[in-house]
């Protein structure tokens, strides 16, 4: 074959225009040793093609990706198991509430708290009353004085620390 020959096969190899026969003629051109130098770039091209046809799939490929199409049909299996179950629970749960905490019947006015009773008749009781009340809230807020000193004197010692 001369190089003109090679040359215009190559054109049409890479338009995609060449029959099956010249495609052979190609590759064993560029699988012989006596390729022009001009065309060596190409030759790498078809010996990567000649060397994959050749190639082949091992034995037990078939059978790891059947194993792992179980496997992830399995994983798809328990995700939709479990979705189920939490849809049945919240199922159960509200049905639960339903049944064990009914409807409460709404407060009649029989039913009301009298606060006219709590209510001081003199002044003296309402002194004494908004005494009591005051002195409780002194000593928790004297309580939560103390506390809030305490956790300073602490802040303070853990900051020394890193001084």
Do not use: C
């Amino acid at each position: 074959m001369t190089t003109q020959d090679i040359q215009k096969l190559l054109d049409k190899y890479f338009e995609g225009e060449t029959s099956l026969e010249e495609e052979a003629s190609l590759k064993r051109y560029f699988q012989g040793k006596d390729v022009d130098p001009s065309f060596r770039a190409f030759q790498p091209l078809f010996q990567f093609l000649e060397s994959e046809r050749e190639a082949s799939l091992s034995p037990s490929f078939e059978t790891r990706i059947l194993t792992q199409i179980q496997a992830e049909n399995r994983l798809r299996m328990r995700r939709i198991t479990i979705y189920i179950a939490r849809v049945a629970a919240i199922a159960v749960m509200i049905i639960g509430i339903v049944v064990l905490f009914p409807k409460q019947p709404h407060m009649n006015d029989s039913i009301a708290i009298n606060w006219a009773q709590y209510e001081p008749q003199t002044d003296e009781e309402a002194m004494a009353e908004t005494t009591a009340a005051l002195q409780l809230l002194a000593s928790k807020l004297n309580g939560s004085a103390r506390t809030a000193t305490k956790e300073l004197d602490q802040i303070k010692r853990s900051a020394s620390v890193f001084k």
